[in-house]
């Protein structure tokens, strides 16, 4: 596969700089040690693979990424949350704060249930465990869903667009 050949020249050739050019964002997760993202030629955000996933500079980054819960309250701004970080109700794994929902459908991904919830006019995405009960992924079923605050990812309401920002191979400038 092209990642292995990469991640060994990248491994045997410590200190040389490659760019290396991808849409799957799978992949330059896994080889890069610095991503730039980028949309219509402009640098959108940049730094490395981790740090960009779990606190994206924007909602654009975010969705981009990887799954991306959207929660959009009635005020203030809007909430980020990762599908693996939605807690829902089942013993051992009660949520905080639960809102409720219904489940509008679930399908088997191996590791993990991949859980459609809606809730409050829109659709939450949550990966629950194989082990999750049955209830828990029967379409029609109402149950609760929540999140831990630390996971919580904060965006600007009004961010509608990715607003190209100054950014250099090291940061923000």
């Not at 701004?77 to 807690?87: A, D, Y």
Request: aromatic fraction near 8%; hydrophobic fraction near 35%; charged fraction near 20%.
């Amino acid at each position: 596969m092209v990642w292995q050949k990469c991640s060994g020249i990248r491994r045997s050739y410590l200190g040389l700089t490659v760019v290396f050019v991808t849409h799957d964002q799978e992949e330059a997760m896994n080889l890069s040690d610095t991503i730039v993202i980028m949309d219509q030629g402009n640098i959108i955000d940049a730094g490395r693979p981790e740090h960009l996933y779990r606190r994206p500079g924007g909602r654009f980054v975010a969705g981009f990424l990887g799954e991306c819960n959207f929660i959009q309250p009635p005020s203030g701004p809007v909430i980020g949350v990762r599908p693996e970080h939605i807690r829902i109700g089942e013993p051992g794994r009660q949520p905080p704060a639960p809102v409720r929902g219904e489940v509008a459908m679930a399908t088997f991904c191996g590791l993990y249930w991949k859980v459609f919830i809606a809730s409050r006019g829109q659709t939450i995405v949550a990966y629950a465990p194989p082990g999750i009960g049955a209830r828990e992924r029967t379409p029609g079923q109402v149950i609760e869903w929540g999140f831990a605050p630390q996971d919580a990812m904060v965006f600007a309401r009004d961010e509608t667009d990715p607003s190209p920002t100054t950014r250099t191979a090291k940061g923000v400038s």
